[in-house]
Every structure is written in C-alpha cells, then in structure tokens.
C-alpha cells in the first residue's frame, strides 16, 4: 500500500452544526421553504453530491430556483466554515502526522468546490494532504474522482476510508480496497477492513 485516500464528512469530522447553521438562515431568508433543517435531515443526505441533497430537501422546488437556492446555501456554509470549523474526529491530527510518515495522504469528497479548502484553513491540516478532488470541481462521481487522483498522482496501490454504502461503491469503482469507518454516518456490510476510530488505521496499516 502506497496510499489512504478520505473521505471527508464522516470520515475525519462532522460539520453539520455549523452548516445547519449556514443552511437555516439561508431558507429563513426564502419564501419558497417553510421548513428548518436538522441534524438528521443531514445524516440522511452525507455522501450525496449537493444536486442530490437539493432534490432530497426542497422536491417540490423547480429546478432552477432550486439550484439557486443550492448555491446560495453552499457558498454562506464555506464561509461559515473558515469561521468556525467543524467537529474533528478524536485525535485526527494526531492520526494524520503518523501515517503521512509512511504513505501519501489525499482526500475526495462528494462535496461542492470550496468545502474542502474550508476544512485546510479552519483547522490547518492542508500541509498532510498532497492532493484533493470533489464533483464541485470535475463534475464526476466520487469513483471517478478517486481514479482521476490515482492517475494524477501516480498511485498504485491505495485504500479508500468512508463511511457510506456510496463510499464502498466508490471505491469497488475505482477498483481498490475499501476501509469502512462505522463511527460514521452510514452502514454498510460489504468491506475489506474495519475500523472503529481513527486511530485504528495506525494498527491496520
């Protein structure tokens, strides 16, 4: 193994306080929604691109309006994420300085463009990743994002860490071995490991 690739959101932390926070005072300022956001409504949508996440909360919105709607939550959850961050799982940085002693660390993520950069400069974690991808950037799916890491960085032989049955798929996709973290948000049956917390990547690997 030369290589981890993350997934974000589930996986090395959970921002969802603060992009519930984001979200409710953008539907607050819409008199098209009625409803306020929680914690759960987002459990159910991690791992989903953000179109997908539009059509789950707001069906009944056209598509247009809808998408505008969509960009206007993003863009006010990035900045409140360079604000103020989101919950790191236990002893992340920690975890990230022993293995990017021994391999290559990357994340892909379903997320809009920006949400990782946001995660980099809140918590100063930039400087373990060499290289980062999402569907805000490319347009592709999170399998072939991971492929267009693999073949960017010249990786042969990674692992891919996530927390959802779409994590699992990615990586059986991109034809590498999947790492299920059940701490998640997601469950899922199908894996090659499993770990527990983060701290377990340093005894699997």
Request: aromatic letters at 12%; a negative charge.
């Amino acid at each position: 193994m030369d290589s981890i690739i993350f997934d974000l959101d589930g996986t090395l932390w959970d921002s969802r306080e603060t992009v519930l926070v984001a979200w409710n005072k953008i539907l607050k300022e819409d008199n098209q929604i009625e409803k306020e956001l929680t914690s759960e409504d987002f459990k159910a949508t991690m791992g989903l691109q953000m179109h997908d996440i539009g059509k789950h909360f707001f069906p009944n919105i056209e598509e247009d309006s809808r998408t505008r709607l969509l960009n206007k939550c993003g863009e006010a959850e990035r900045v409140l994420l360079e604000q103020k961050g989101g919950q790191l799982y236990e002893q992340l940085e920690e975890v990230l300085e022993s293995l990017s002693q021994k391999y290559k660390l990357f994340i892909v993520s379903n997320c809009q463009d920006g949400y990782i950069e946001a995660f980099y400069k809140y918590h100063q974690l930039e400087t373990y990743f060499i290289d980062y991808e999402n569907p805000g950037r490319t347009g592709l799916s999170k399998g072939e994002n991971i492929k267009l890491i693999m073949e960017r960085n010249q990786l042969k032989t990674p692992v891919y860490v996530g927390d959802t049955i779409g994590d699992q798929q990615a990586a059986k996709a991109a034809g590498i071995p999947f790492v299920y973290a059940n701490y998640g948000f997601g469950e899922v049956e199908e894996y090659d490991y499993i770990i527990h917390s983060l701290r377990d990547l340093q005894t699997i690997f």
